[in-house]
C-alpha cells in the first residue's frame, strides 16, 4: 500500500494513469509503476490512516498479531531517543491538555481497566480538570506559598477538603457515575477554594491529611 500527493509533478505524462483513492475515491494521478508494488492508493496520509484504522477494525486478528510481535521488545536506545525528541522541552497549551484527557478512554472503556481497583478520590487526583486547577492556583498565588512566601517545593490545598466535596457529592447524586459527576461539579475546581502552600506550612493547617471516606 502507499499513499500519492495529490498534487505532484508529473514526471512522464505517458506513464501516468488516474485512480480513484480507496478511500475518500478522490481521483489522483500516479505512476504505472506504483500499482506494481501496492494493491491501495490514497490521496494523503490522511486517508491512508483513516483507511488503515478501519481495516484494523474489520481484521481483529491481524492486530492481535501485531500485539503479540511487539509484546515484550525492547526498543534500543536510539529508537526510544528519536521518538521522545520531537516532543523534549515542548509545552501543551491548556486547551491540547484537556482535548488528550478527553480522547483518553474512561473506565471500562480504557485498556488499562483492572475492574476498577482505583479509588474515586485517586483517579480525580490525577485527571486533567485537577491539574489545571493546581496550576491556576499555584499562577494566582504567584508560585508562593500564602503563609510564610516561599516558593519552591508547593502543594495545591482545597479549604474546604478535597475528600469532604466527594463525600456531599456523593451523598447528593449517590455513587452511579460518581466520578463523572465529580468532573462537572464546579465547587471542586474553585480556585477560591484552593491555596499554594509549601510543605511544612501544608501539615500544620487542620485539614491536612483528613481522614475521611476513601472511595
Not at 486478528?61 to 536510539?78: D, M, N, Y
Not at 491540547?96 to 478512554?105: L, N
Amino acid at each position: 500500500m502507499c499513499w500519492i500527493p495529490a498534487k505532484r509533478p508529473a514526471l512522464c505524462i505517458k506513464n501516468m494513469i488516474t485512480k480513484g483513492c480507496d478511500w475518500c475515491k478522490k481521483e489522483i494521478k500516479i505512476k504505472k509503476c506504483k500499482l506494481r508494488t501496492s494493491k491501495n492508493t490514497f490521496c494523503s496520509r490522511q486517508c491512508f490512516w483513516i483507511w488503515k484504522k478501519d481495516w484494523y477494525l474489520q481484521h481483529p486478528e491481524e492486530r492481535e498479531k501485531i500485539r503479540a510481535w511487539a509484546t515484550g521488545r525492547k526498543q534500543s536506545k536510539g529508537t526510544v531517543e528519536k521518538r521522545i525528541s520531537k516532543n523534549r522541552g515542548a509545552k501543551r497549551t491548556l486547551a491540547q491538555r484537556k482535548r488528550i484527557s478527553e480522547s483518553i478512554p474512561k473506565g471500562a472503556n480504557n485498556h488499562f481497566w483492572r475492574g476498577g481497583v482505583s479509588t474515586v478520590r485517586k483517579s480525580l487526583r490525577e485527571c486533567s480538570s485537577y491539574k489545571l486547577w493546581r496550576d491556576a492556583v499555584f499562577k494566582r498565588d504567584n508560585f508562593k506559598c500564602v503563609f510564610c512566601k516561599k516558593g519552591g517545593d508547593l502543594e495545591a490545598d482545597h479549604i474546604v477538603p478535597f475528600s469532604k466535596i466527594i463525600e456531599n457529592i456523593r451523598l447528593e447524586v449517590g455513587e452511579n457515575d460518581l466520578f463523572e459527576k465529580c468532573i462537572l461539579n464546579k465547587k471542586l475546581w474553585d480556585i477560591d477554594n484552593g491555596r499554594a502552600l509549601c510543605v511544612g506550612c501544608h501539615r500544620k493547617t487542620d485539614t491536612y491529611a483528613v481522614n475521611t471516606c476513601y472511595m
